[in-house]
């Protein structure tokens, strides 16, 4: 994928769930993964020629893994021209050593995200994006249908009135295949993930699933998400659809 066409699908998320409005300050979460630097680059390039103009920065939550290198990451958010803050935490100590927690996702993810939104607030920013995907979005009706008995998936936009802060997901219609050939033709510095439980979720069982449903029904993906996007699902803002 090249960036002209992340732009445009970026251009299209933005605009029909509304996610950007003049003055803006959006801080990109980057854990380091292919996603979150696939997004940096999205808005860095939007921000060109968007007419709502808007601020941009970077932040990463650190959770404490050894041999997590950042440097990269540091080095990219310099060419960009982008501020990019890092956040220390010791939140892979506490899981894995403290709690020894036998399934820290849930947890992990939730003390993440107040790590993340903390340093947001504090960086002067109104919004924080996050890099789910079509994938990501897909999957996680897969594991709510599963595992809480209903149709649901995280919003394309959503206000945290305790935070009093709005988090936007810009490359919602970026399918994850392209995000993969994006990091390939960009040379991304994508750093790996020292989680010990990385590719052992639930989250991997239901993106291994839809890949075979695909193989066998090809286009039930995109159905899939069709679904959702026209479902009425509750906390979901208003889509109007731009014919450009």
Request: proline content about 5%.
């Amino acid at each position: 994928m090249k960036l002209q066409q992340l732009l445009s699908y970026t251009r299209k998320a933005v605009d029909e769930y509304q996610m950007i409005e003049e003055g803006d300050h959006i801080a990109v979460g980057i854990s380091g993964g292919k996603d979150s630097l696939t997004l940096l680059y999205a808005l860095h390039g939007l921000k060109r020629f968007y007419p709502n103009h808007f601020e941009l920065s970077a932040v990463t939550v650190d959770l404490g893994y050894e041999a997590c290198d950042f440097s990269p990451v540091v080095e990219l958010c310099k060419e960009l021209n982008v501020p990019y803050h890092i956040v220390k935490t010791d939140i892979a100590h506490i899981l894995f050593e403290d709690r020894k927690e036998p399934n820290p996702c849930s947890l992990c993810a939730k003390m993440r995200k107040g790590a993340l939104n903390q340093e947001v607030k504090k960086m002067g920013c109104n919004k924080v994006a996050y890099a789910h995907h079509k994938d990501d979005i897909v999957e996680t009706m897969l594991l709510s249908l599963f595992f809480e008995g209903r149709f649901y998936s995280f919003s394309p936009r959503t206000y945290l009135d305790r935070m009093d802060l709005t988090v936007i997901r810009p490359i919602m219609f970026v399918d994850e295949a392209d995000v993969i050939g994006f990091q390939h033709k960009y040379d991304l510095p994508v750093v790996k993930s020292r989680c010990p439980i990385d590719g052992l979720t639930k989250r991997q069982y239901a993106k291994d699933l839809i890949r075979m449903l695909n193989q066998e029904n090809p286009g039930v993906k995109q159905r899939m998400f069709t679904a959702i996007l026209n479902g009425n699902i509750q906390g979901w803002p208003e889509r109007i659809p731009h014919t450009r």
